[in-house]
């Protein structure tokens, strides 16, 4: 029931509205466009609340064909709102993405030079070994020269 002097409205379900629980809305329907009214905060918990009262009087004749061009505009501003969240959301994708992809390219770039520097560092040591091997190589031959010579000269003198 609702009693107009106290301003509360209790259901079958216990539940009790007052004008202090209520909650201010406004209408965007074009019949009742912009027009304020009080309306149950639970208004969307079951059990549904059926409270209502209009604050404002009806809207005029002049308001209410107003109402159609400010509704198509504002159903048009919503829908350029939603598709400029979702480009957003695919920016933010994409950006994402992009980092991520470079985030792996400078990994990937960081491990190549690793191992490029690997590689050169062993390549030094080849070339340090291969020119100590070399050096080796000429002493022995050095020395197998010198032996030749010392024994073919030592058999030359010891046989006349």
């Known amino acids: 029931m609702m009693s107009s002097s106290s301003g509360t409205y209790s259901g079958s379900n216990g539940h009790m509205c ?4 209520c909650v201010l809305k406004t209408s965007l329907t074009v019949d009742n466009f912009r027009r304020r009214f009080l309306g149950c905060s639970r208004y969307k918990v079951s059990p549904k609340c ?10 005029c ?3 209410n064909e ?28 994409a950006t994402a993405e992009a980092t991520q992809m470079a985030e792996i390219a400078q990994d990937r770039a960081a491990k190549a030079t690793e191992r490029e520097r690997k590689f050169r560092a062993f390549s030094v040591q080849a070339m340090e070994i291969a020119v100590r091997a070399l050096e080796q190589e000429r ?8 032996s030749w010579f ?9 046989v006349f």
């Open 18 to 21: 007052t004008y202090e629980t």
């Open 50 to 59: 059926p409270f209502f009262k209009w604050i404002d009087n009806p809207t």
């Open 61 to 63: 004749v002049r308001g």
């Open 66 to 93: 107003a109402a159609h061009f400010v509704q198509q505009k504002l159903d048009l501003l919503q829908s350029e709102l939603q598709l400029a969240h979702e480009r957003e959301r695919a920016a933010t994708q």
């Open 139 to 146: 002493k022995y031959r050095i020395a197998l020269m010198l």
């Open 150 to 158: 010392f024994f073919y000269f030592g058999y030359v003198v010891f």
